[in-house]
């Protein structure tokens, strides 16, 4: 008999632990594979940690054990479903980031393979049904058949609904003259990407490859401004490693950048690539980590979960555009793809190299002190210039153009002339939807969100009214709920109400529109990118999503429609992010021979965010932004952790949170700033309460022993949630 322990796959805190079970059967049982268990009268899916020989009979392990071990019910898996690496990875994560072990797990893998039910009736392997030739002797076959038979015989194994008239097939097979072979399917179809020779590398990208290989550091810095050639630095250092048969992974922050990378990579290293992606099915996705688990595919293109792909031999992680948000996953487990990357290069003996043209300020403060390589590219290719900025304060009424409530007369001057000249602009605004909001007239109600008490933001396609922070929707209203009046204002603009006035101001412009919205559809995305690149339109329109990364030749005007947006967003990381947001979009313009400029809008045109990120002057910023983080303690000065407390009941809530906020206090006092409870942004979903609290730190595993000290009582408690976010963004 043997002994196994086993994680069962509830994701609840309280269960983080294996459980124990018993197996006597003839299958062999290992660590990694799934088992099918009975617990607490329901039969759930489980993943076997540790598999331990036992003499003993069950009833003798439970009287020494003081407990009831149970049988399993059936092992669902051949052969483990993980390495022993990313088993290793799995449980550092886990404890790093306060997850529980199996939701880690989860997350790792792609559905059909996950420790759940949910998995056992996921996509599994599809087969194509070739038939090959069994008997080299066609004498005493018909004409017919003989046809057939030759047709294969010189085509070798032919997929068996292209070997010709099925009767025929059938009587071969029958007669045994055809056997038939199945072959894996591979359901992703790989974009039609002709093979592309190497262009001339310049002499800085030269030296920095040359840097990144001499450095002694395991992680490098690509520091590169908007234009510089950081996509060739990374093909050429991957190739290194591709020939000496080491595996590669190529992050991108998100799914509107995979395209651009599938393609690189795809024209010089053809089916060796694997792509995962949300936007694949999860049929493909599971083809394509079966793929790579297989040593199939070398390269892996993918967004931030693309970090736990099985890739075999692992020699190097890149992540491009390394300081975007969207690697760190905003649900639990809070991982940072960056992070995890970190961990899994230390196991496996990787390199990492972290790509950007304004890093985030942790990941450059480590490249300053020299726990980095930093590498860096200062000029655009060929010496481009960078794009001529120009700031419009729309604070001035006579900046806007007379006809519009959204465009200053500079930028849709600008705009008509380049749409006039046969060349494209993008324009970028941090806010999808319609109208930001609908009030009424009379009263000034205003719509709120019955759940959370959002503002409901006006969509002009449906002609409905959305949270952004649920689901709710509602359809717009006739009269104020409030006084009855019928006249209900939309107020401020979005991508759908920009792209509106440009179809109406310009209209000889062709225009496309690329946000979470229209990104719902599936491979609307890559759609859209194509068309732009194609030249089939001249205006792309939208979110932060088309600001970084893409490369597109013709366009030389960037408009940020309004540049203050994300400004007046409530976080210490305002600065950062609007600042990397602008830079990376001024940097889409005149990337090819043809100079190019940006417009910028604003209503404080004299920020140093907007003026600085306008220049794209990187290291004045950081100067800058690290004395005002170093004044308030603030990352990378320190470390956050959000701890989030709910509840369905209100007093509870705010009782609980205030018991641990103390409690945090006095047992971190030394090593730690404890601040709350506080009350976020939306307090009430869903029908709970929530309450944070913040904790600043040095050092994360000084405190590590107390914090689960302080935690361990909450997650024992079944009514309330503690919801734990290291390293959090989110404040
Ligand atoms: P970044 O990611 O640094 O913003 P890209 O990698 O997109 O910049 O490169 C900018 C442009 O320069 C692309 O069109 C790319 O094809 C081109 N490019 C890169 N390296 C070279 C080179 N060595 N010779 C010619 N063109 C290059």
């Given at each position: ?13 309280s269960?983080d ?7 006597d ?5 290992e ?8 617990f ?7 993943y ?11 009833e003798?392990?439970e009287k020494?054990?003081?407990f ?7 092992v669902?898996d051949?052969?483990?479903i ?9 449980e ?7 997850a529980p ?6 997350a790792?893998?792609?559905v059909s393979?996950?420790?759940?039910r949910g ?24 004409p017919?058949l ?14 068996r609904k292209?070997?010709?008239?099925d ?17 894996e ?16 590398l310049?002499?800085d ?8 290989f001499?450095?002694?550091q ?15 630095v990374?093909?050429a ?5 591709v020939?000496k ?10 799914i ?21 992606h949300?936007?694949?099915t ?11 688990a297989?040593g ?14 099985p890739?075999k031999?692992l020699?190097?992680?890149i ?25 899994r ?11 950007s043209?304004?890093?985030?300020l942790?990941?450059?403060?480590r490249a300053l ?11 655009r290719i060929n ?9 419009i ?7 806007f ?25 993008i ?6 939807g ?7 007239r ?35 209203p ?11 204002w ?6 759908q109400r920009v ?7 310009v ?11 229209s990104?719902k559809v ?12 194609d030249q089939?339109?001249?205006?792309l ?9 893409h490369?597109?030749?013709?366009v ?40 190019g400029s940006a417009?910028?809008?604003?209503n404080?045109?004299?920020?140093y965010?907007i003026?600085?990120?306008a ?9 800058y ?18 701890v ?15 018991i641990?906020t ?7 006092k030394?090593?730690a ?5 506080l ?15 913040i904790?600043?730190?040095k050092?994360?595993?000084?405190i590590?022993p ?7 009582p ?8 503690i919801?734990?976010?290291v ?5």
């Amino acid at each position: 008999m043997v002994l196994l322990d086993v994680l069962i796959e509830l994701k609840a805190r309280s269960l983080d632990r294996p459980f124990l079970y018993a197996y006597d059967g003839d299958l062999t049982i290992e660590p990694g594979m799934r088992v099918y268990v009975p617990f607490n009268k329901q039969e759930l899916v489980g993943y076997v940690l540790k598999v331990e020989q036992t003499h003993l009979s069950i009833e003798e392990v439970e009287k020494k054990r003081g407990f009831v071990v149970e049988k399993i019910i059936s092992v669902l898996d051949e052969a483990p479903i993980l390495s022993n690496e990313l088993v290793q990875l799995s449980e550092i994560v886990s404890s790093y980031y306060y997850a529980p072990h199996i939701s880690v797990l989860q997350a790792m893998l792609p559905v059909s393979l996950r420790p759940t039910r949910g998995a056992l009736s996921g996509p599994k392997i599809a087969y194509d049904t070739y038939v090959s030739i069994a008997k080299d002797d066609d004498s005493d076959l018909t004409p017919a058949l003989t046809e057939t038979y030759l047709f294969v015989k010189s085509n070798g194994p032919t997929l068996r609904k292209h070997a010709g008239n099925d009767y025929r097939v059938s009587k071969l097979l029958e007669s045994g003259h055809f056997k038939l072979e199945y072959k894996e399917k591979r359901r992703y179809e790989l974009p039609k990407v002709n093979r592309k020779s190497k262009p001339k590398l310049t002499t800085d990208q030269n030296k920095v490859i040359e840097e990144f290989f001499v450095a002694t550091q395991s992680v490098a810095l690509l520091e590169g401004v908007t234009g510089s050639g950081k996509t060739e630095v990374y093909l050429a250092i991957a190739e290194a490693y591709v020939k000496k048969g080491e595996g590669v992974i190529m992050l991108v922050p998100e799914i509107a950048l995979t395209p651009m990378m599938v393609k690189m990579f795809l024209s010089r290293y053809g089916e060796e690539v694997a792509v995962l992606h949300s936007e694949l099915t999860n049929a493909q996705r599971y083809d394509e980590y079966r793929r790579i688990a297989s040593g199939k595919a070398q390269i892996v293109v993918g967004v931030r979960s693309a970090i736990f792909a099985p890739v075999k031999n692992l020699g190097l992680i890149i992540l491009d555009e390394e300081h975007v948000e969207s690697y760190k996953q905003s649900t639990d487990p809070y991982y940072h793809a960056r992070e995890v990357a970190l961990f899994r290069a230390q196991l496996s003996g990787a390199k990492v190299l972290l790509g950007s043209a304004t890093p985030s300020l942790e990941t450059r403060t480590r490249a300053l002190k020299g726990v980095y390589k930093h590498l860096r590219l200062p000029k655009r290719i060929n010496e481009q210039a960078l794009p001529t900025t120009h700031i419009i304060d729309m604070q001035n009424p006579t900046n806007f153009a007379p006809e519009s409530v959204i465009f200053s007369r500079q930028l849709l001057g600008k705009l008509k002339e380049v749409v006039n000249k046969g060349e494209q602009a993008i324009l970028l605004i941090n806010r999808r939807g319609y109208a930001t909001y609908v009030n009424c007239r009379s009263c000034n109600h205003v719509f709120k969100c019955p759940n959370d008490q959002a503002t409901l933001t006006y969509h002009e396609f449906d002609k409905m009214l959305k949270c952004h922070h649920c689901d709710h929707v509602e359809f717009f209203p006739t009269t104020c709920p409030n006084c009855q009046n019928k006249t209900l204002w939309k107020t401020g603009f979005g991508t759908q109400r920009v792209e509106e006035e440009v179809n109406k101001l310009v209209p000889n412009a062709k225009t496309l529109r690329l946000d979470s919205d229209s990104a719902k559809v599936r491979s609307k995305i890559a759609k859209t990118l194509k068309q732009f690149a194609d030249q089939e339109a001249n205006i792309l329109i939208g979110t932060q999503m088309i600001a970084k990364g893409h490369d597109f030749p013709n366009v030389t005007l960037v408009g940020v429609v309004l540049a203050d947006l994300g400004l007046n967003f409530p976080s210490y990381r305002s600065s950062e992010t609007t600042f990397q947001l602008i830079t990376q979009a001024v940097g889409r313009s005149g990337r090819s021979d043809k100079i190019g400029s940006a417009y910028i809008q604003t209503n404080m045109p004299n920020h140093y965010v907007i003026n600085l990120a306008a220049k794209q002057d990187y290291e004045t910023f950081y100067n800058y932004e690290m004395r005002i983080r170093n004044m308030h303690n603030y990352p990378p000065y320190s470390y956050l952790m959000k701890v989030s407390i709910s509840s369905k009941d209100k007093t509870l809530t705010a009782k609980t949170a205030a018991i641990l906020t103390s409690d945090l206090q006095v047992k971190l006092k030394d090593d730690a700033e404890v601040l709350g409870p506080l009350l976020p942004y939306i307090d009430y979903l869903g029908g709970y309460y929530f309450q944070n609290i913040i904790i600043k730190y040095k050092n994360y595993f000084k405190i590590k022993p107390e914090l689960f000290k302080a935690f361990r009582p909450l997650i024992e408690n079944t009514r309330v949630t503690i919801n734990i976010d290291v390293d959090t963004l989110d404040i």
